[in-house]
């Protein structure tokens, strides 16, 4: 795993990919932490960290449509998934390298909370859960942009697709809400709440803003943490196939 780890990191520095995303993400949020904190005094950063979601929803498949799509663009995933190195080791590597760019690009937030402290007195145990949770939500999606990536050797198909995936996963409860009430009379109308229901819970946007609402909730963490591996599992279980094929 160290040596795909390695081999990652170096690789999005030797190409435009890993400075586009940390340039990008630090003028978002540069912007935002103007508008939203240093123009109108506000020493908390919930509604920064709020509008955070959107940006990595654009840019996480930028960072991850490269991860297996141009293994298989220019044959090499045959070199790497015949290496005595484990599947598993393979998805590993490339996902934390990922993560540490994101985890980068993040930490510009730790550096915005100290300029607030300047100004007041901050909320540092909100501002830490945050920051957590924009770590976890990061790495949920980026599992999510790497099984993309593994299914095509097109890395614009795969970031399309990560894009609609990361949409979708981060607004079930929108997706929830436009099912239509039924008379509860209905004999189906429970299956339409318990619909509802589910879509609200396996939201990543709703799970995530509760963070951003000063609640932490330990089971949030474990349902990112959860998902993480879940992915992961099935970017291994596709690679697998391949090698079999």
């Known amino acids: 795993m160290g040596a795909v780890f390695r081999r990652e990191v170096r690789s999005y520095f030797t190409s435009p990919i890993g400075y586009i995303f ?8 540069g912007i935002m932490f103007s508008v939203d904190s240093l123009n109108s005094g506000y020493t908390r950063l919930d509604t920064l960290f709020y509008s955070l979601l959107t940006i990595i929803i654009v840019l996480i498949p930028v960072l991850t449509m490269r991860t297996i799509a141009e293994e298989k663009r220019t044959r090499t995933d045959q070199c790497l998934l015949t290496a005595p190195v484990s599947l598993g080791g393979i998805v590993a590597g490339k996902f934390f390298a990922a993560f540490l760019i994101y985890a980068i690009a993040v930490s510009i937030t730790a550096v915005m909370a100290v300029v607030v402290s300047a100004y007041g007195q901050p909320d540092w145990n909100v501002i830490v859960a945050n920051i957590l949770a924009l770590l976890l939500v990061g790495g949920a999606f980026i599992s999510i942009g790497i099984l993309c990536s593994s299914f095509t050797e097109n890395q614009v198909v795969a970031a399309v697709a990560s894009f ?79 090698r079999w094929s």
């Open 164 to 242: 609609i995936a990361l949409i979708a996963v981060s607004f079930m409860s929108i997706i929830g809400s436009l099912i239509p009430a039924v008379d509860e009379e209905k004999w189906y109308s429970g299956i339409f709440s318990g619909l509802r229901t589910v879509l609200e819970k396996l939201s990543f946007g709703e799970r995530y803003y509760s963070f951003t609402y000063g609640v932490f909730d330990f089971s949030n963490v474990v349902f990112f943490i959860s998902a993480i591996a879940a992915f992961l599992f099935l970017t291994v279980r596709v690679l697998e196939k391949r």
């Open 22 to 29: 940390i340039a990008a993400f630090f003028a978002y949020s």
